[in-house]
């Protein structure tokens, strides 16, 4: 592993569905985050962890939850998807001090 | 709360030639980092230069340097002689270091296409 990874690359989920998007780094950074972005947009922030065992809700936190149990995981659920979830979703992680974000490569997930 | 706002949705450059990218940002924070990040067809984000709110010099990268304007709360990227592989989607975030800390705010992005 070199960075940051997420899985699955792409899903397609049926409306109700609970599902769980992956992202591991290998870079020991304290912070991680998720966002989505939806077509010609820019990224939203929805859960953030500053560091194991903290996480905090960014801009639009509904709908998802997230863990922080070790460093290197932050699994982001969906509990019960609905359409108005399909989007990419990109993880990242970050020094805590503030320095640049590396992002993973996205999950292209769609509700139906 | 904080907020990016980049106001060109679109921008057109000629090869070779300079284009700047305008970023402006609304923070109750005192300290913060400002960010740009390019996005290609291919879909990955790319870090491209970092600003520090405390920074004295405008940073610089390469062919970008970022253009920080304190007071008028800008942070416009200047992108010297582009190159065709320029051409993508390019966006302006802010990460707060105090009541914001840990939420990173992004803008809406400016598509840069580069003229041959």
């Known amino acids: 592993i070199a960075g940051i990874t997420q899985a699955p690359t792409s899903q397609i989920l049926a409306a109700g569905r609970r599902m769980t998007l992956r992202c591991t780094q290998d870079?020991?950074?304290?912070?991680m985050y998720w966002y989505r972005q939806d077509l010609g947009l820019g990224l939203r922030l929805i859960h953030y962890s500053n560091t194991a065992g903290t996480t905090g809700k960014g801009e639009v936190p509904d709908g998802y939850s997230v863990s922080r149990a070790n460093t290197d995981d932050f699994p982001l659920t969906l509990a019960s998807a609905v359409p108005s979830q399909t989007s990419v979703y990109f993880c990242a992680s970050s020094d805590l001090g503030g320095g640049k974000q590396f992002f993973g490569p996205g999950t292209r997930l769609t509700v139906l | 709360a904080q907020k990016i706002t980049q106001t060109q949705p679109g921008m057109f450059v000629q090869e070779k030639e300079a284009v700047t990218l305008d970023c402006t940002y609304d923070?109750?924070?005192?300290?913060?980092?400002l960010f740009w990040y390019k996005q290609p067809s291919s879909g990955e984000m790319i870090f491209l230069i970092y600003q520090g709110s405390y920074d004295q010099q405008n940073a610089t990268e390469g062919r970008y340097s970022l253009n920080f304007q304190k007071a008028r709360k800008s942070a416009n990227l200047v992108i010297s002689a582009s190159q065709l592989g320029d051409s993508a989607m390019y966006f302006c975030?802010?990460?707060?270091?105090?009541?914001?800390?840990?939420?990173?705010?992004f803008g809406d992005g400016t598509t840069l296409t580069v003229k041959p």
């Open positions: 870079m020991r950074h304290n912070a």
């Open positions: 923070t109750s924070d005192p300290s913060y980092g």
């Open positions: 975030a802010m990460r707060g270091f105090n009541t914001n800390a840990g939420k990173s705010t």
